[in-house]
């Protein structure tokens, strides 16, 4: 069951907090998916998941292709039975205060510190919907 992912239960949101990988989906231009493992991070306040990536990268190319729009994406995570989903429309930014929010959030969330890298950026999803096992939907 679909829900809006500005009002996560505590389980989900609690999930969301532990530091699991997940897979982000884009889709290439050629309409077949490109699943990728990454590092996210989940605010539901602001409406948007974070990923940081290097510019160039294949994920970030085909969220650029999409346009001002932006690419519907959809990132997941799983741990034994338990599995979140958040999907929406992703944009990619160069802007260096937004690169510096994702990147500490990512270092809260996983708990290791991030090498410095002028290649980076960030891609923001504008999330849409979230679903998720039984069990985290309390």
């Not at 530091?19 to 290439?28: D, E, G, I, M, Q």
């Not at 991070?41 to 294949?58: F, H, M, N, Q, W």
């Not at 929010?101 to 290649?119: F, K, L, S, T």
């Amino acid at each position: 069951m679909a829900f809006d992912p500005r009002t996560p239960s505590p389980d989900f949101l609690a999930f969301w907090r532990e530091p699991h990988y997940a897979t982000l989906t884009t889709v290439r231009p050629d309409g077949t998916p490109h699943v990728v493992p990454v590092g996210v991070t989940y605010d539901p306040p602001a409406g948007l998941a974070r990923v940081t990536a290097r510019d160039g990268s294949l994920k970030v190319r085909n969220v650029l292709t999409a346009g001002d729009a932006g690419a519907p994406v959809a990132v997941c995570q799983v741990d034994g039975g338990r599995w979140a989903t958040l999907e929406g429309r992703a944009t990619v930014s160069r802007v260096p205060g937004r690169i510096a929010e994702a990147v500490r959030r990512y270092e809260e969330r996983y708990g290791r510190e991030v090498r410095e890298d002028p290649e980076r950026v960030v891609i923001e999803i504008a999330l849409t919907r979230a679903k998720g096992s039984p069990q985290l939907l309390g």
